[in-house]
Structure formats: C-alpha cells, structure tokens
C-alpha cells in the first residue's frame, strides 16, 4: 500500500477503499469509531493478499510477521487499563502496531483469532 497517510473516518475509508469484506470489531466501547474496528479487506494490497485498514492507516497482510496481544497496565493497583493487539510488520516505518482490544482478555483472544483467520484465508 502506498499510502501512509491516516483518513480520519470510518466513511473516508469505505469512500477510498469501496466497502470492506469484513470488519473485525476490537474494541466494542469504540466500534463506530476509527480505533475500534480493523476493516478487512480480502484482495488488494501490494501482493493482492488483501489489506486491513486500522485507525484510518492502511496494513498491507502481505508485511504482517507475527500477531500477538498483550496488556498494558494503567493504574498502581495492577489492574489492566487494557489489551492490545501486535502487529508486527516488515514495514520500516511501523514495524509495531498496536490495536486497541478492550478490557477482557477473553474478547482479545477471540480477537486475535479472528485476526488470524484473516491472514490465513489470504
């Protein structure tokens, strides 16, 4: 993909990229905002594997290397302020991404498999 540059709505990127073939919800407090959902595109990107759009920023799969998740810790008392996913890619300019995943490690998990079932299906 060769563009870097965010769009800043969920609309701009259906507008530029046409409607997604799936959306994988990541944080369902923020599902209708852009740091809540990673739009799944099937075809496309660089090697026609298809690409996810999070955060308005395009990911092409074909530079995803490893999926994980772990949690952050926001408060003195240990108590997780959230999960997030890593995405970790041969892009020189964002070789970790880290998505927003919500506060139970349950739901993260599950994102983190529909995630991959995406990498897969490509």
């Not at 073939?21 to 809540?36: F, K, L, Q, S, W």
């Not at 990107?45 to 994980?68: A, Q, R, S």
Request: some cysteine; aromatic content about 8%.
């Amino acid at each position: 993909m060769s563009e870097k540059s965010p769009l800043t709505s969920l609309q701009q990127v259906v507008d530029n990229y046409g409607t997604p073939d799936d959306v994988i919800v990541t944080d369902v407090m923020r599902a209708n905002e852009m740091d809540g959902v990673v739009l799944d595109y099937h075809h496309g990107g660089h090697g026609g594997k298809g690409f996810w759009v999070y955060d308005g920023t395009p990911i092409d799969k074909d530079d995803i290397v490893d999926l994980t998740f772990h949690n952050k810790f926001g408060t003195a008392f240990g108590i997780p302020d959230d999960y997030q996913i890593v995405i970790s890619t041969t892009d020189e300019q964002r070789q970790k991404i880290y998505v927003r995943a919500g506060c139970d490690m349950e739901l993260a998990k599950e994102i983190l498999q529909k995630m991959e079932k995406s990498i897969a299906r490509s």
